[in-house]
């Protein structure tokens, strides 16, 4: 079944260690986002990519940085993760402009 | 800005009870309309959609109208069960040209709990 993919489901890291998280896709769409969402609040959109084209919402901090290298995956890098990041952290899709988002399952990040 | 409004939660019901979670949003225009929902530990899933006035998004029991003379996209089932207990989010989204590729404007969700 074509889907989106998230690895790993649960990670722990300690306050100040990088950490990558990963997201993956099958379903060939051309949008690709990552959102922050704490405890049952609506998700926050961080940024998105259109193909290779990079956008960045205004308020998302320095310290969150994103890779494409593919149509087929996306990173989310936290580079000095501190104890206000953790939270869950959930990849989407969508195949253009207009279109519903496609979620993966989400990553629950724990900072210790 | 544009805003997604969800009625305010807890809810709280018996199974076979009706549900309503009514929704309002401020875009002008067009937008596509959505309702997500979330169980616990999950993304997000949609259950249903529309997209243009009028229109009856429906999918597992759940049902929600397209009103653009109220702005609103309430949705609605008659019988809920255990297992509907989750999250719901209703959200918009337009297509508003240059880099707003398709961003979805979310309420503030709504936690639905079916007790036995």
């Known amino acids: 079944d074509a889907m989106v993919i998230q690895n790993p489901r649960y990670q722990v890291t300690q306050f100040g260690k990088p950490v990558t998280l990963s997201c993956s896709q099958t379903?060939?769409?051309?949008?690709m986002y990552w959102y922050q969402q704490k405890s049952s609040q609506a998700p926050k959109l961080l940024f998105h990519?259109?193909?290779?084209?990079?956008?960045n919402e205004a308020d998302t901090p320095d310290n969150f940085q994103s890779r494409r290298p593919n149509t087929s995956f996306c990173f989310l890098d936290i580079r000095s993760p501190g104890l206000g990041d953790a939270a869950m952290y959930l990849c989407?899709?969508?195949?253009?402009?207009?279109?519903?988002?496609?979620f993966g399952p989400g990553t629950r990040l724990t900072v210790l | 800005g544009n805003s997604v409004t969800q009625m305010e939660g807890p809810v709280t019901l018996s199974e076979e009870a009706f549900l309503t979670i009514n929704c309002t949003y401020t875009?002008?225009?067009?937008?596509?309309l959505f309702w997500y929902v979330q169980y616990p530990g999950e993304g997000l899933q949609l259950l249903l959609k529309?997209?243009?006035?009028?229109d009856k998004g429906s999918n597992k029991g759940f049902e929600a109208t397209y009103r653009k003379e109220t702005t609103s996209f309430h949705l609605e089932k008659g019988s809920v069960q255990v297992s509907d207990s989750a999250v719901y989010f209703c959200?918009?989204?337009?297509?508003?040209?240059?880099?707003?590729?398709?961003?979805?404007?979310f309420g503030q969700g709504t936690i639905l709990t079916v007790h036995p």
């Open positions: 959200a918009d989204t337009l297509n508003a040209g240059g880099t707003s590729y398709g961003k979805l404007t």
């Open positions: 379903l060939n769409h051309n949008v």
């Open positions: 990519y259109y193909d290779k084209d990079f956008n």
């Open positions: 529309a997209t243009k006035a009028d």
């Open positions: 875009a002008t225009g067009y937008p596509s």
């Open positions: 989407a899709t969508s195949p253009t402009s207009y279109n519903e988002q496609f």
